[in-house]
């Protein structure tokens, strides 16, 4: 993430562009005339797909994409066309008489999909449309950082336009047909599994180990491919890059249902992309575009990655949970991104409702949240004999599973004035009855340059007040005396 250049990217996309939309409803009966379940409609989500996908999500990533393409002269494509101008993408394209804007329909039953159809035309479009086509497309590319090429069979890419983007410095592929492009030369090109066994010219083996089949031919695909970078996608078992003269690099997905993956190749294109562009090697694009893809893969319908949602997937993959020195050197690279550093303390030894809100608010007024959590010692030395309830780790690992969390690490001070001055975080922020006045480390935050902030808690929520509470329970042994980390408490022998 470091090695990224700053300024912004200039992309352009190419391709085969068509609308999706999701129709949701539920059904509560079948048919007369069929035993197929009849479906009230409740909602329609309607959202670029194909090329437009790609696109949508580079914008949303941070880069400034022009979109060049063709569309129906029809409401469809002004609806697509108005989409992606809401979503941040410069369109260029053309509507061609008497075609049809690709459309995809999806109807969700109770969140399965439960059919499909499609209105579209796969013709190769018209010479007089594929002369205009050239043309924008020439002026499109002009000076562009990256080129991304979405052919999807959908009859934009006809000999000429490909040969229009032959040569370009970066020109990355996503096709259904692979071949076609070799003699582009183009630096990366992104099939599927199926793609590249029919590219190699062998027939699909149900039963095959993929990644083994892959890695094996490694060396066959990049020359076959006539591409410098051949990342070859395994859907729910991540991606494999190749390269000539390097072992095969592979990213790992977390599994997701079929009908949820809709539009996560055309973002892990649009983050891998972007990646190259902005200066990172192929193997740091690949893990890039694996985090994005398994950002959309957790929602419904087609959906896109932004840039901040990118960056803290992939700063959960090096992991939250951090020691100082290299957090240090961490929000170095965020500070150098322009980004804000939020820092906040404590226990943390029953986390309750009142945490998470306050975590939530601290969250939201920078970029970066680094929750700094008291040692064992520490709390013992705070809070008295029986306290933590719970070791640091366990605390520590329970904040790193909340999303609004991007960092955690401990500290055994009674303050945490080291961390700060190793941190300088823009902003220091703490929750409870207090005021900046009250707050020892307040001078030291405003000394380097830090604003400091207080949230309050919700009311009655607090790790004192459900102690005490437990304690009080009628019957309770020991007044339900907390077990110090390490303390074994003996079981008392059942009642006959």
């Not at 250049?5 to 068509?18: H, Y």
């Not at 066309?81 to 995809?104: F, N, S």
């Not at 990644?211 to 078992?237: F, H, K, N």
Request: proline share 7%; charged share 25%.
């Amino acid at each position: 993430m470091g090695t990224l250049r700053e300024e912004t990217v200039s992309a352009v996309v190419v391709g085969d562009v068509m609308l999706d939309s999701w129709l949701h409803g539920s059904a509560k009966r079948l048919a007369q005339e069929a035993p197929v379940p009849v479906m009230s409609l409740e909602a329609v989500e309607d959202a670029p797909g194909g090329a437009g996908n790609t696109a949508a999500n580079l914008a949303a990533l941070g880069a400034r994409v022009r979109l060049v393409g063709v569309v129906g002269d029809d409401a469809c494509g002004d609806q697509l066309i108005q989409a992606l101008r809401l979503l941040g993408v410069e369109t260029d394209l053309q509507a061609v008489p008497g075609r049809r804007t690709a459309h995809k329909r999806r109807l969700v039953t109770s969140g399965q999909l439960t059919a499909r159809y499609d209105e579209e035309d796969l013709d190769v479009i018209p010479p007089e449309a594929e002369r205009e086509l050239l043309a924008r497309v020439s002026a499109a590319v002009a000076g562009a950082d990256v080129v991304v090429a979405c052919d999807y069979g959908g009859g934009v890419f006809t000999p000429a336009v490909r040969r229009a983007l032959a040569g370009l410095p970066l020109l990355v592929v996503d096709a259904h047909a692979v071949a076609p492009w070799v003699e582009c030369a183009p630096a990366a090109v992104l099939p599927n599994y199926a793609e590249v066994v029919g590219l190699l010219g062998e027939a699909v083996d149900a039963a095959a180990d993929r990644p083994a089949y892959l890695m094996a031919r490694s060396a066959q695909i990049v020359a076959a491919t006539g591409a410098r970078i051949v990342v070859t996608t395994l859907d729910g078992e991540g991606t494999l890059l190749h390269r000539a003269g390097c072992p095969p690099y592979r990213t790992y997905a977390r599994p997701a249902p079929q009908h949820m993956a809709t539009g996560a190749g055309d973002t892990y294109t649009a983050a891998f992309s972007l990646w190259l562009a902005a200066g990172a090697t192929p193997e740091e694009a690949a893990e890039a575009g694996q985090a994005a893809a398994g950002v959309v893969v957790r929602r419904s319908g087609t959906s896109i990655c932004t840039r901040y949602e990118l960056l803290r997937a992939l700063r959960r993959q090096e992991g939250t949970v951090q020691a100082a020195e290299r957090l240090a050197q961490l929000l170095d690279e965020h500070r150098r991104r322009g980004e804000r550093i939020v820092f906040t303390n404590g226990c943390f030894d029953v986390l309750h409702r009142g945490h998470v809100s306050y975590l939530e608010q601290a969250g939201q007024l920078g970029d970066v949240l680094v929750v700094a959590v008291n040692s064992d010692a520490s709390v013992t030395r705070l809070k008295g004999p029986g306290r933590p309830l719970n070791p640091c780790e366990d605390r520590m690992s329970v904040l790193a599973a909340l999303n609004d969390v991007d960092y955690v690490t401990e500290f055994d001070e009674d303050t945490p004035e080291r961390l700060l001055r190793l941190i300088r975080p823009e902003i220091y922020v703490k929750g409870g009855d207090y005021t900046p006045e009250m707050l020892p480390e307040a001078p030291l935050v405003r000394s380097l340059g830090g604003e400091v902030l207080v949230l309050d808690y919700l009311p009655d929520r607090s790790t004192t007040a459900i102690i005490g509470r437990m304690r009080s329970v009628p019957g309770a042994p020991d007044g339900a005396r907390p077990v110090p980390p390490g303390e074994v408490r003996p079981v008392p022998p059942a009642r006959p």
